[in-house]
């Protein structure tokens, strides 16, 4: 936080205000509050700034598994939280019109092959009586229609071999998909993890017409999570991959879950005229406390510094005012960027010096102060007297004058004495 010299000069006219406006209501000099100067030493600590964002805890990897084909739930051989390895049969649907399916696909191809084994036989006839009729016609023993109407029936014949053969191609295809069809039929886990969800029952139909449904959902392992965290655009600029985080989940409040940044996406997401950002933050899960679905409270150390010197950063604001002072006091200044002040008995003397990593609350001091100096925070207003406290004016705060208190006091008493020895009389 720097403190530049118009910010001085600021600083120094609010105070005169607010000391002329103090002796006006207070009545002169002898009614004004007391300052007190707030000295506090520079001291080594660590400083750190962070941003809050909140997220949900989710399975880094998870599957969503469904089925391509529709018909009726026959079997389920898994329930929530079961274990399973990739490959495990985990459900069954009804196979009966996917047989007949199959079934039918088969006939259609076998037929489609006996269909080409009789066109390939014509062919070869037609091929034949075609060089024969070639021969004779070369000899000039048949007429050229006779030798004409023989090519066409051989062209023919191979066109037909032709267009049977890509039938018996697409009938061994259709057998292939109601295969596969089949196979469909009896649902696997893809990766070995444990079921999150459940969404049908046995006896259920699930219909794959448009979409494919959703049966359940399985996540590859739950000791290792992960937090999304939607951050605002205003703090996504400091989130860095690589930057540590803290968070916490209602379900244990006193437990403090560590991770790091894995990825800072580049979407944005606008809600209620909100722009976030989403945030992936490992979380490591080995005692599988985190339970996905979790809601995280996230802390990311944006910037960290560890046993550095450092100072209040209100120091920074402070400068003396002429006002204020008394008439053995002085000022030393100098001329410096940022600079804070110390007293030196009845001097008050500025120190230029050099700022580092702020969190607002404390600023770090990179040279031009040692560990354990002192310097000046703030200052306050203790005391006045009972006539100076502008008793007229109720938005004013109440100065006791200890002065009055004493007074008041020793009068008391020399009343008690009194009447003591009126008593004795």
Same mark, same amino acid.
């Given at each position: 936080?720097?403190?530049?010299?118009?910010? #001085?000069?600021?600083?120094?006219?609010?105070?005169?205000?607010?000391?002329?406006?103090?002796?006006?209501?207070?009545?002169?000099?002898?009614?004004?509050?007391?300052?007190?100067?707030?000295?506090?030493?520079?001291?080594?600590? =660590?400083?750190?700034?962070?941003?809050?964002? #909140?997220?949900? @805890?989710?399975?880094?990897?998870?599957?969503?598994?469904?089925?391509?084909?529709?018909?009726?739930?026959?079997?389920?051989?898994?329930?929530?939280?079961?274990?399973?390895? !990739?490959?495990?049969?985990?459900?069954? /649907?009804?196979?009966?019109?996917?047989?007949?399916? /199959?079934?039918?696909?088969?006939?259609?191809?076998?037929?489609?092959?006996?269909?080409?084994?009789?066109? *390939?036989?014509? /062919?070869?006839?037609?091929? %034949?009586?075609?060089?024969?009729?070639?021969?004779?016609?070369?000899?000039?023993?048949?007429?050229?229609?006779?030798?004409?109407?023989?090519?066409?029936?051989?062209?023919?014949?191979?066109?037909?071999?032709?267009?049977?053969?890509?039938?018996?191609?697409?009938?061994?295809?259709?057998?292939?998909?109601?295969?596969?069809?089949?196979?469909?039929?009896? @649902? #696997?886990?893809?990766?070995?993890?444990?079921?999150?969800?459940?969404?049908?029952?046995?006896?259920?139909?699930?219909?794959?017409?448009?979409?494919?449904?959703?049966?359940?959902?399985?996540?590859?392992?739950?000791?290792?999570?992960?937090?999304?965290?939607?951050?605002? %655009?205003? =703090?996504?600029?400091?989130?860095?991959?690589?930057?540590?985080? %803290?968070? #916490?989940?209602?379900?244990?409040?006193?437990?403090?879950?560590?991770?790091?940044?894995?990825?800072?996406?580049?979407? !944005?997401?606008?809600?209620?005229?909100?722009?976030?950002?989403?945030?992936? @933050?490992?979380?490591?899960?080995?005692?599988?406390?985190?339970?996905?679905?979790?809601?995280?409270?996230?802390?990311?150390?944006?910037?960290?510094?560890?046993?550095? /010197?450092?100072?209040?950063?209100?120091?920074?604001?402070?400068?003396?005012? *002429?006002? +204020?002072?008394?008439?053995?006091?002085?000022?030393?200044?100098?001329?410096?960027?940022?600079?804070?002040?110390?007293?030196?008995?009845?001097?008050?003397? !500025?120190?230029?010096?050099?700022?580092? +990593?702020?969190?607002?609350?404390?600023?770090?001091?990179?040279?031009?102060?040692?560990?354990?100096?002192? @310097?000046?925070?703030?200052?306050?207003?203790?005391?006045?007297? %009972?006539?100076?406290?502008?008793?007229?004016?109720?938005?004013?705060?109440?100065?006791?004058?200890?002065?009055?208190?004493?007074?008041?006091?020793?009068? !008391?008493?020399?009343?008690?004495?009194?009447?003591?020895?009126?008593?004795?009389?």
């Amino acid at each position: 936080m720097k403190l530049n010299k118009k910010k #001085t000069i600021t600083y120094a006219v609010v105070a005169a205000v607010v000391i002329a406006a103090l002796f006006l209501i207070f009545g002169g000099k002898s009614g004004m509050p007391k300052v007190e100067y707030v000295m506090v030493p520079a001291e080594k600590t =660590d400083i750190s700034t962070t941003v809050t964002a #909140t997220g949900t @805890i989710e399975p880094v990897t998870s599957v969503d598994v469904g089925t391509q084909v529709s018909g009726i739930v026959s079997r389920l051989y898994v329930d929530y939280n079961s274990v399973v390895k !990739a490959g495990q049969v985990i459900a069954e /649907l009804d196979k009966s019109n996917l047989t007949s399916e /199959l079934n039918s696909a088969r006939a259609n191809l076998a037929s489609a092959k006996a269909s080409l084994a009789s066109l *390939e036989s014509e /062919l070869s006839y037609q091929k %034949e009586n075609y060089q024969r009729q070639k021969t004779l016609h070369d000899k000039g023993l048949i007429s050229d229609d006779a030798f004409d109407q023989a090519y066409k029936s051989f062209v023919q014949a191979t066109q037909s071999v032709s267009q049977q053969r890509q039938m018996v191609v697409q009938s061994g295809e259709n057998v292939k998909k109601a295969t596969t069809n089949l196979g469909y039929a009896t @649902i #696997t886990s893809p990766i070995d993890g444990v079921v999150l969800s459940k969404e049908v029952e046995e006896g259920q139909t699930v219909a794959a017409s448009f979409n494919t449904p959703t049966l359940f959902k399985i996540a590859k392992d739950l000791t290792d999570m992960r937090v999304i965290a939607d951050v605002d %655009e205003a =703090d996504i600029g400091n989130v860095q991959v690589r930057q540590r985080v %803290e968070f #916490t989940v209602d379900a244990y409040p006193d437990d403090v879950f560590e991770g790091q940044v894995t990825q800072v996406r580049q979407q !944005a997401t606008t809600e209620s005229n909100v722009v976030t950002y989403e945030v992936v @933050i490992s979380a490591p899960n080995e005692d599988l406390k985190l339970k996905p679905g979790l809601t995280a409270n996230v802390t990311i150390y944006t910037s960290e510094k560890r046993g550095v /010197l450092a100072i209040p950063s209100k120091a920074l604001r402070f400068a003396p005012n *002429e006002a +204020l002072l008394s008439d053995d006091e002085t000022i030393e200044d100098c001329d410096a960027r940022v600079k804070v002040w110390t007293r030196q008995g009845n001097v008050f003397k !500025a120190l230029p010096i050099t700022t580092g +990593l702020t969190n607002g609350t404390l600023t770090e001091v990179v040279s031009g102060l040692k560990a354990g100096q002192e @310097i000046i925070s703030e200052f306050v207003m203790t005391g006045g007297d %009972e006539e100076g406290q502008g008793s007229n004016n109720p938005f004013m705060p109440k100065f006791r004058n200890r002065n009055s208190d004493k007074k008041q006091g020793a009068a !008391a008493g020399q009343s008690g004495s009194d009447n003591k020895g009126g008593a004795a009389k």
